[in-house]
């Protein structure tokens, strides 16, 4: 009696997924430990089951699982590939079967696989069946349509309604638990098809045996299949077809998380087709979709391919026969074979046929045209016509069809027609000749003489071992010629075969030789072709070497390309000695058989190869190793290459930069000697200045000594060298500078004293002494301080005191001037009261008189003149800022326009072209700073610009004109003044016509008068 609450160790744990809870694994655990029946009126029976049938319910779980799973896979993979539903779309599919099962027990699987086959069979001879049927109505054959293989009485047997074993297999899997099983089952089968010819009864008493050797028992049966008769057992047919899980298992498998199970296994109650899908038998589904299959098979165009393995173990080149055999039962070819020979398996166009039987061809025969009805008159043959019936082949249109072994039985026919007359030929051709063992001597010494002619061709013949070889070949023709020669036929039959062997061996050592040889030659021109780019590199370092700046690394790099150049050259010695070896015994030999070219050419390297020769065959080294010590060598060679190489890299990489670094330094250089040169030493020699021509000197030495320093190799003395020679060249450059500063402010200071005598001067003519001693004696002092600041270094110390000097001298001429103006303004209110006596005079008299317009100014006819700051530039090279990149900035207290000095440029200035030396020579920078005054003293005008404003109107032809000029202005200053109505009255007084007037007008633009034109 079953125990309740039976709890079995199922292996269920890879049917479920983990995601699925504990509690479902363990209802599932319960569930396939109990049968639960849905009774009438929905009532649930539930019952234990026991181990068997919990297993069974187990694996029928497993399998619906896996099942429901490559379904739900081809579902999906045929919505992906299927990208159009049309039914027009073509496709390819392919069907992979393994045949027909024959195993050691089959049971339920084997009948379906075999019922597969079976179906598959009947495509296979349906469509072989209307290949041959095609054919023979094309060539117009008949032949009898019954003669091929049917298999439709096997099929019907297992799958025809309704007594088909399938068939019945499913109604008992209707009848629930009182359904047949085992010998049960069978005992049915065995009264549903005991009299069917593919069908046969099975048991204890019957002669079949099963593939183990045992009898037969009673639920075993046969079915004698396309591809032999098969032995099944009946063993859980029913439980199998069924396949089907319990609804309470089905529920639980549907609880789970896992989307892919709760969509192979739907709820009971949603998907009704999809229910009664899954409460069909294996066998219904099976069978349907087996109609489907064949369907598309029938409708498509199918082609065969039949795989066989030659053996279990997957060895090469091993052929199990009675495996070959079994699988070509099992795949149907044997059959197919069969179905092929039912009719006229070989087909042979008739002028095929003509050309190879033409034996057969009647007297007569070549005035046939037509090569059907030749092939007709030669199966007439009387030889053919004895062996061969007419219901054996078919003539058709284009084709001879024959049956099975008549190709051979052809074949044998024409051969033995033949024989007679190729053995009457045979002996013909033996009298001719000779006979059979003169023939092949005479082919081995023709065989001898062509490899003694290969190896003189190809330069072997004087090796010792086919010399050798060639002896024993000529001894072994010596024995064969006096064998042939006598009667002894076996004596002469031995001869000749050890002449054979001898000429074989002979024909194998020129071979091995030639072979030796040719590749010792490739070997050479491989080896020699390194070697010469080997040289090459070398001789390409040596010129690297010849370029190069540092002696010693021109040392280096010589001496590494030619410790190169000479391993180098002793494995190309060595090459050519081994190369040569194969001429050593031909020159032995030419010198043996007396003078001769060869000898006569080779005498010399004949004797330094046998030398080398023989220092090389006392190793003990074979010529493998021979070969590789010499590749090993080579090597080393290349590798002192690639060192100098490497070598030569870093000297070229160090070269690189020197020439850089001279490119560099040479630019600066240049640059500093343009400089330099910028300065005019002779003017400070001539000046009596010596400290420029040291500075000038001692830059030129710096410069000397950093070009001699470019030609070093090391780019860090050559810049300090150029840093040098550029510092010395700015020393130059501010010594000059400043000297001419100081020589500038010399110029200045004595303008200075030269203008404040003129004013001192002026002032004691004038009586103006008191008032101006003070601030002459205050310029005075500023000058005398500033002839003390010329001995100063700073240059800006010395631009300030000589500004300070002439600002001071520059208020005593305006203090004088103001002073003068007064005095005149004071002469002028006098001559004002006496100007009104002599209106009336003035007014009746006809003397032409100045006039000026209403409002108009009176011009100044004298003043004081300026001193102007001299910046003569005697040095050339500019102002001193550039010499010093930061110039520093002036002392405080002097505005911007107080300094001279201004930045200077490298570029040369143009020396000075003095064209007014009064104050100061011209092409100098001036700061002037004019104030009108009144003069009292016309004299001193005079003398200052009389000569001027004569010059004047010379140069521009207004002698004409000039008393009018010079009573009416002073000097050219006057001139400058002149305004465009100041000028009109210039013209009228002086009488000039149109054009003298626009040529006066444009001389005063020029002087600077601001007039129009």
């Known amino acids: 009696m079953m125990q309740p609450n039976l709890r079995l160790p199922l292996k269920v744990r890879w049917i479920m997924l983990p995601s699925c809870c504990s509690s479902i694994k363990k209802k599932l655990s319960d569930a396939l430990c109990v049968r639960v029946r849905e009774v009438p ?32 896979l081809v579902h999906r993979c045929n919505q992906t590939f299927d990208v159009s539903s049309a039914p027009e779309n073509q496709y390819i599919g392919i069907l992979d079967i393994f045949g027909f099962e024959d195993m050691m027990e089959n049971t339920f699987e084997q009948v379906f696989i075999n019922t597969t086959n079976e179906q598959l069979q009947k495509v296979f001879n349906d469509i072989i069946f209307k290949a041959e049927a095609e054919e023979y109505s094309r060539e117009q054959i008949e032949w009898d349509k019954t003669a091929f293989p049917d298999n439709t009485p096997c099929i019907e047997l297992l799958t025809k309604r309704p007594h088909g074993l399938l068939r019945i297999l499913d109604a008992e899997c209707l009848r629930g638990m009182s359904a047949s099983d085992g010998a049960n089952l069978a005992a049915k089968f065995n009264r549903a098809h005991g009299n069917n010819n593919f069908y046969e009864i099975c048991g204890p008493a019957s002669v079949w ?78 069978l349907g979709q087996l109609n489907t299959l064949v369907n598309d098979l029938r409708q498509s165009s199918t082609r065969f391919v039949r795989c066989i393995k030659t053996n279990n173990e997957k060895l090469p080149a091993k052929l199990d026969k009675p495996l070959v055999l079994r699988q070509l039962i099992c795949s149907g070819v044997m059959a197919a074979l069969e179905v092929r020979r039912a009719g006229f398996p070989t087909r042979i166009p008739f002028r095929d046929f003509v050309r190879e039987f033409r034996a057969f061809t009647p007297r007569g025969g070549r005035h046939y045209t037509d090569d059907k009805e030749l092939a007709a008159k030669m199966m007439q043959h009387p030889h053919v016509a004895q062996k061969v019936k007419s219901s054996t082949y078919r003539l058709g249109v284009s084709k001879l069809f024959l049956q099975a072994e008549i190709l051979y039985e052809l074949e044998s026919i024409k051969n033995n027609m033949l024989y007679p007359f190729v053995r009457r030929l045979q002996r013909w051709w033996v009298k001719l000749q000779g006979s059979i063992l003169q023939r092949k001597f005479k082919r081995c010494s023709a065989d001898l003489s062509e490899a003694m002619t290969e190896a003189s061709i190809k330069a072997v013949s004087a090796v010792a071992y086919v010399i050798e070889s060639i002896a024993v070949g000529e001894r072994a023709k010596e024995k064969a010629s006096v064998a042939v020669s006598s009667s002894a036929t076996p004596v002469a039959v031995e001869a000749i075969v050890e002449f054979r062997k001898a000429v074989d061996h002979v024909k194998k050592i020129v071979a091995a030789a030639v072979a030796q040889k040719e590749e010792a030659y490739r070997i050479r021109a491989v080896l020699l072709s390194e070697i010469d780019s080997g040289n090459e590199r070398c001789s390409a370092l040596i010129e690297v070497a010849n370029s190069l700046y540092d002696p010693k690394d021109v040392e280096i790099l010589r001496t590494h390309a030619k410790d190169a150049e000479k391993a180098l050259a002793a494995c190309r010695t060595e090459l050519m000695t081994v190369a040569t070896q194969w001429e050593t015994a031909t020159l032995r030999l030419s010198s043996e058989q007396g003078p001769h070219t060869l000898r006569r050419a080779g005498t010399k390297a004949s004797l330094d190869n046998q030398r080398s020769s023989r220092e090389l065959d006392a190793s003990a080294m074979t010529p493998e190793e021979a070969n590789a010590a010499r590749r090993k060598r080579l090597d080393h060679a290349m590798t002192l290459v690639r060192e100098a190489e490497t070598k030569s890299q870093v000297m070229l990489e160090r070269k690189r930069a020197m020439d850089e670094a001279r490119a560099e330094f040479q630019g600066s250089l240049d640059l500093a000697s343009e400089r330099l040169s910028a300065i005019q030493v002779d003017v400070f020699i001539i000046s009596g200045i010596k400290t420029v021509s040291n ?256 010059t004047w109107i010379d140069a521009n032809s207004f002698s004409k004109y000039s008393t009018q000029i010079k009573n009416l202005v002073d000097d050219l200053d006057d001139l400058r003044e002149i305004e465009d109505a100041d000028a009109d009255e210039v013209i009228k007084e002086c009488g000039m016509a149109k054009i003298p007037a626009r040529r006066f007008k444009k001389a005063l633009i020029e002087l600077g008068a601001r007039i129009s034109k």
């Open 209 to 286: 045996r099963r593939n183990n050797g045992e009898r037969t028992r009673e639920e075993d049966f046969l079915i004698r299949h396309f591809a032999g008769p098969i032995v099944y057992t009946i063993s859980m047919f029913v439980d199998k077809n069924r396949d089907a899980l319990f609804g309470h298992v089905h529920d639980i498998v549907s609880m789970s998380n896992c989307p892919i199970v709760s969509d192979i296994f739907p709820k009971r109650g949603v998907d009704e087709a999809a229910e009664q899908a899954s409460k069909q038998t294996v066998a219904n589904k099976y």
């Open 41 to 72: 009126g929905g009532e649930k029976v539930v019952s234990n089951n026991n181990p068997k049938e919990a297993r069974h319910l187990r694996d029928a779980l497993a399998k619906s699982i896996y099942s429901r799973l490559f379904d739900w």
């Open 695 to 950: 500075a000038v000197a001692l830059a030129r030495e710096a410069i000397f000594a950093a070009q001699k320093a470019l030609q070093a190799i090391d780019p860090e003395p050559v810049k300090m060298a150029v840093e040098e020679a550029t510092q010395a060249v700015e020393n130059a450059l501010a010594t000059a500078q400043h000297e001419a500063a100081r020589v500038a402010a010399m110029v200045t200071l004595d303008e200075s004293e030269k203008t404040l005598v003129e004013i001192e001067y002026s002032a004691q003519e004038q009586g103006f002494s008191e008032s101006l001693k003070n601030v002459i004696l205050i310029a005075q002092e500023a000058i005398a301080t500033a002839r003390q600041a010329c001995s100063y270094p700073d240059v800006h110390v010395l631009t300030n005191s000589t500004q300070r000097a002439v600002d001071a001298v520059n208020g005593c001429g305006e203090l004088l001037e103001r002073e003068t103006a007064r005095k005149r303004a004071a002469e002028k209110a006098k001559f004002d009261k006496l100007l009104g006596i002599w209106d009336a005079r003035a007014s009746s008299s006809s003397v032409p008189r100045f006039a000026r317009k209403d409002g108009a100014q009176p011009k100044p006819l004298f003043r004081v003149p300026r001193v102007k700051v001299v910046n003569e530039d005697v040095s050339g090279v500019g102002s001193s800022s550039d010499v010093a990149a930061n110039p520093p900035s002036p002392p405080q207290g002097t505005s911007p326009e107080a300094t001279t000095f201004t930045s200077p440029t490298i570029v040369p200035i143009k020396a000075p072209h003095p064209t007014n030396t009064q104050l100061s020579p011209t092409g100098m920078k001036k700061t002037v700073m004019e104030t009108p005054v009144v003069s009292t003293s016309a004299d001193i005008g005079n003398k200052a610009d009389g000569k001027g404003l004569d």
